[in-house]
Every structure is written in C-alpha cells, then in structure tokens.
C-alpha cells in the first residue's frame, strides 16, 4: 500500500503513462522471466534483451533519472509511481536473506542434441561411485526464421554445500576430469527482503518486497550515485554511472541488494565495445570486437550466475561494462554497422573467445578450459599463415625470445604486453603457496603440462617439505602475484636447489587466456588493410559471418 501523501503525486503524473510505456513494453511474466530463468525476452525490432549486473552486495544504492521514471514496486505495472526528472532516490534494504545453493563440481559437457551420449555419461559417472546431476544451460533462440542452439549438458557429481568446498574437491579430482576448475550452482531457495525507496525532497517512501523495477522515459538515463564497481575483485572502487535502458533492483544471491541493467543487445554493446577495446583502433578491429562481443553474450546467456536474478555481470568474468560512460561515436558506428551479425561453424554459434594478446600464438579452446575440441578454436600462430602447429617444450624459449611476424607483434600499442619479464619475490611466492598447501619454502617452479601455444596448464612446486600440483592457467597466474599471461618461463634468482630463492624472474608473452581473437592481433589486422570479415576468419578458422536480426 502507498502512503496517502503519494496520492497527489500520482494523480498528477498519471496521465503521461501512455507515453512513458517502456521502450520494450514489457509484462510482470517477462519481468519476472528476465530475473531467473533462461528466457530470452525480445524486444519490438527483434533484438534480445539481456540482464547485466552492475552493482551487488549493497544495503543502500541512491539514484535519479535524467527525465521522468516510472518505479514499479514488484515490477508489477499495475501498481507504479512515476516520479518527475531529477529527483533523487534512496533505497536500502531489510531483512535480506541470502539464497541457499548447493554447488557440484562440473564433470564434463555434452552437447545437449547427443541424448545418448548424456545417458551414457551419466552412467558412466555414477558406476565410479559418484553422485550425479544433469544440469541445462543456454538456450534455444529463433532469430530471422533460423533456430540458434546455445545450450549444453553439464555433467554435475558429489554436491557441496559452498562453492569453495565444490572448488576444492574439483582441484582434487582434476585428474578425472574433463573440464578445468569448474564448478556449478542449483538454486534451493531464492533470497529475498524488503525494499524501501524514498525521495529525497518529499520524504515519500515506497515499500517493495524482493525487487523494484525502473524505466526511464524515452531514451532517459538512470544514474547512480557512489556505485561500488569490481565488487569482490582486487580492483573495486567507487563511482557515479548513468545507464540507459531499465534497471531493476533485487535481492542478490548474498541477501543484499543487487542492480542489474536490462537493455536491448545492440544497446548494450554500444557499452561493451568502448569498454574491452581502445576507441582509436581502427574500425574494422572494432567491428571484429563488436561482432565477438556479440556471440558471447548469446554464448554466455544462462550458462554463468545461475543462482543470481540476472544473466551476466559487468566484470571480464562476462564482459566489461562501464554503463554510458564509455560510449564513443566511432565503438557505437562499429556496433551499428555489424547489427545483428553472429559468427557460425557449420551450423552453430562460435563461442567468440577473445583476450588481450597472444602473444604470438593463441590457445586452444579445451586446453585452457577442458571438454571436446572445438574445431574453429585450435590455436594458431598469429602470422598469415595461421599455422596450428603447437610450440613444444624446447621451443618456448626461442619462441620468446625471438619471435615470428605476428599481428599482434606489430600493433603499436601493444609491445608493453607482447612480450615482459616480471620479478616475484621468494618470500611472496612461499606466501601465497602456504595458503594452498604447507610445503615450506618454494625451491623449485616446475610446469608438468603446457598447452599448444605453450601455456602452463600444470605447475608443480616444490618444497622443503613436500610438493604440490596447481592446475589450471589462471590458477597459477594469479597464485604468482598476476602474471600476465600463462606462456612464460621461470628462472631463480639466489638459494640453491634445495633452497628458496631471493628471487623468480618469469619471462613471458601475451596478456590474457590467449583463446581466440587477439585483440591487438586484430587491430594490427586492421592496420594492415584486412576486413572484419578476414579479421575473423583468422581468428576463428571456418566460420562464417551471418546477420541474425
């Protein structure tokens, strides 16, 4: 129920509701689709539209509107206010409660087509002795009279009740798996709370429960004041951002409030771009970028925050997204003339990987992250002759220190990455083990596995009591102080064999996983004449550019 001094407040904006109707016109049902489900919403020209966090684990957010905004308590149309432009906002939550998940390590993935083969998974699984689930992620979308697949089988067994417990038994039984680290979530019990909104000026208080739905008038924008960005990364801060497109504020997985921006693909995008690649890269390199980013969202929708009310993040664990505030002429014409072009292999989409740089040599895709080969993500020398031919143990070294041509080895801004040298001191290395495992002091760095482009994918350490195995790229990088890339080699600065040394110096190339599209590659493509459509086709041998809205 509304307080009664709302009441003259919604009498005399009640009549502008025709002409606020949000830009999507969407229903309490798609409202409600968006926040949990693998529902993909369209919009009126046919484009997808896709729930993107931008904010978690706050007890108050305060916002205002550049025009006027209609604030749906319960997203339900049927009971809203509509509040003039420029006033202020705050809202802060009670009584939170966290949802409940089990988490289960992730096993291996199955196309979700090969009904028989997930049958004979299954059992497979469950002969070891192991308890298991089926998991469905993706979706299945029709877009310009052509059905596109993105979903897969999750093979899921022995459930934990944290994800860090699901994390630790998956580096346990690594050996047994076909996928990397990976773990995944079963919602039990949704979070839940109160919402309370009040106006600055007048003191009117909405009271909401779970969620309070916002859209702005028109191409109106939504922004957000002391907004907490990198939540639960090393690099958080605090800023103000404007959003264009809804925004709704929920109760996020952690009892506390989330805000999540809902706009049209190609909108978003306009976001994305500016946000993963340099504005002065040539147009064609921001075309390629525009038409990757793309797929990863399709990609991605309903495979990642499955216990959260929406479908991606604005961190690189989705894609960055930094709102209206990187929007650039020159990133939005790149969006703008790609509109609705996907990139398919035969007939399904390309999961359109892409880091910073190569280094040189990309990865491929089941090396760094496990499960079937994917033909179109093999790794490949980034030279015109895009040559598959892995760099093996003994060539590392060379490679590094004298590399072939390479695309992203001549894109001007891209030295700083392509190739670096790094020191960690032996007390941090000893440090940040000691965490994992009590070994004692680090003496020895040894890689077990590399990948085809020469990327450790398993590190042994040796100690002065005892040795312990890390598997994984980004594992390790991030175990030795964040190194760059996972193509590097290791040397000791002082100690003895048997001794911890002053120093590790670690030599290396690339930035990033290095799966994929290299970003600098493309843009060094790009400076060299090629096109979006040779820019891909290089990066992603065998596809095929198509429009799908």
């Not at 489900?37 to 919009?43: A, G, K, L, T």
């Not at 993105?150 to 039984?173: F, N, V, W, Y």
């Not at 801004?413 to 670096?420: P, Y």
């Not at 670690?506 to 600098?520: D, E, R, Y």
Request: hydrophobic share 35%; with cysteine.
């Amino acid at each position: 129920m509304l307080p009664a001094m709302l009441k003259p407040l919604l009498l005399l904006n009640l009549f502008i509701w025709p002409t606020m109707a949000g830009a999507y016109d969407m229903t309490r049902r798609d409202r409600l689709a968006i926040l949990y489900s693998n529902q993909v919403v369209f919009d009126k020209r046919g484009e997808p539209l896709v729930s993107v966090r931008i904010t978690e684990g706050q007890n108050t957010v305060q916002f205002s509107s550049s025009g006027r905004l209609v604030l749906m308590p319960g997203g339900d149309e049927g009971s809203l206010v509509i509040s003039p432009p420029k006033t202020e906002w705050t809202v802060r939550l009670e009584h939170g409660k966290p949802g409940q998940s089990e988490w289960w390590v992730a096993a291996e993935r199955v196309s979700a087509s090969d009904v028989s083969a997930v049958a004979s998974r299954r059992k497979a699984w469950k002969a070891k002795g192991f308890k298991v689930r089926i998991f469905e992620a993706g979706a299945l979308l029709g877009l310009s009279g052509q059905t596109l697949d993105t979903r897969s089988i999750t093979i899921g067994i022995e459930p934990q009740s944290s994800q860090h417990a699901a994390e630790k038994l998956a580096a346990k039984l690594s050996d047994q798996l076909t996928l990397k680290n990976a773990v995944i979530s079963e919602p039990k019990d949704r979070p839940s709370g109160w919402l309370y909104a009040r106006e600055r000026k007048t003191g009117i208080e909405i009271k909401s429960r779970d969620l309070l739905w916002l859209t702005p008038s028109n191409d109106g924008t939504t922004r957000f004041r002391n907004l907490e960005w990198g939540h639960g990364t090393p690099k958080r801060g605090r800023v103000d951002r404007s959003y264009a497109g809804d925004i709704y504020i929920a109760v996020g997985s952690d009892g506390k409030l989330a805000v999540v921006n809902v706009l049209s693909a190609e909108r978003l995008l306009e976001g994305v771009v500016p946000s993963e690649l340099y504005t002065s890269a040539p147009l064609e390199a921001l075309k390629a970028q525009a038409v990757a980013a793309r797929g990863q969202l399709l990609a991605k929708v309903g495979t990642r925050h499955r216990s959260d009310p929406y479908l991606l993040c604005a961190e690189t664990h989705c894609q960055v997204y930094s709102g209206t505030a990187k929007t650039h002429p020159k990133t939005s014409k790149a969006v703008k003339q790609t509109r609705g072009k996907l990139l398919f292999y035969k007939t399904g989409l390309v999961d359109t990987t892409y880091s910073s740089s190569c280094g040189g040599h990309s990865e491929a895709f089941h090396q760094m992250w496990g499960g079937a080969p994917k033909p179109y993500s093999m790794g490949i020398v980034d030279n015109d002759a895009a040559s598959q031919k892995p760099i093996l143990d003994d060539q590392l070294k060379t490679f590094l220190a004298s590399p072939p041509a390479s695309f992203c080895g001549q894109a001007r801004r891209g030295s700083r990455v392509f190739r670096w040298t790094v020191k960690r001191g032996g007390e941090a290395v000893n440090k940040a083990l000691s965490k994992r495992a009590k070994i004692g002091n680090v003496h020895r760095i040894e890689v077990l596995k590399r990948g085809h482009s020469g990327r450790a994918l398993a590190v042994k350490y040796h100690g002065q009591r005892g040795t312990h195995i890390v598997r994984g790229s980004y594992n390790n990088r991030k175990l030795l102080g964040g190194l760059r890339s996972g193509m590097w080699l290791v040397k000791k600065i002082g100690g003895t064999e048997t001794t911890a040394p002053i120093h590790w110096v670690f030599t290396g190339g690339g930035f990033g996983h290095g799966v994929g599209m290299c970003q600098h590659g493309a843009m060094g493509m790009a400076t060299s004449g090629r096109s979006v459509s040779e820019i891909l086709k290089h990066y992603y041998p065998g596809s095929e550019l198509r429009k799908a809205w």
